[in-house]
């Protein structure tokens, strides 16, 4: 098993701040990357960039989030009134890994989140 770097202290402020994941919010593939993850690292996590010290603009020119053609947008106060944790992971610091402990639980309250979803004009396929 593969040791997660996590950054401690590095915590997400509930109301200012929004993640961005890459795609939408589908099921199938909320499961194979929260499995992905488990593999690795023995958790259960989705990974997510924070929206800050950048724009949600120029964080959609970036990789990773420049090879998906849409965007989730999901507020930090959202994932945490639903009990999903949001922990501080690599070496980037506005990744993040929204974690749970039971994988259908999660994939459920994640992907049926209040979100929005929007077109990524960078969108580089």
């Known amino acids: ?45 989705i990974s997510v960039f924070a929206v800050r010290d950048l724009s949600l ?3 959609a020119q970036l990789p990773p989030l420049i090879r998906f053609a849409s965007l989730a ?6 994932l945490r009134a639903l009990g999903l944790t949001l922990e501080p992971t690599g070496r980037n610091p506005r990744h993040y890994d929204v974690t749970f402990d039971d994988l259908d639980d999660g994939i459920q309250k994640l992907a049926h989140c209040k979100h929005q979803v929007i077109v990524n004009p960078y969108y580089e396929g």
């Open 1 to 45: 098993m593969k040791q997660r770097f996590v950054r401690t202290g590095d915590e997400l402020a509930d109301s200012v701040i929004v993640v961005v994941r890459g795609g939408d919010l589908d099921p199938v593939l909320l499961r194979a990357d929260a499995l992905r993850n488990h593999g690795i690292y023995g958790t259960y996590g």
């Open 57 to 59: 603009d120029e964080l």
């Open 73 to 78: 947008i999901i507020s930090v106060g959202e």
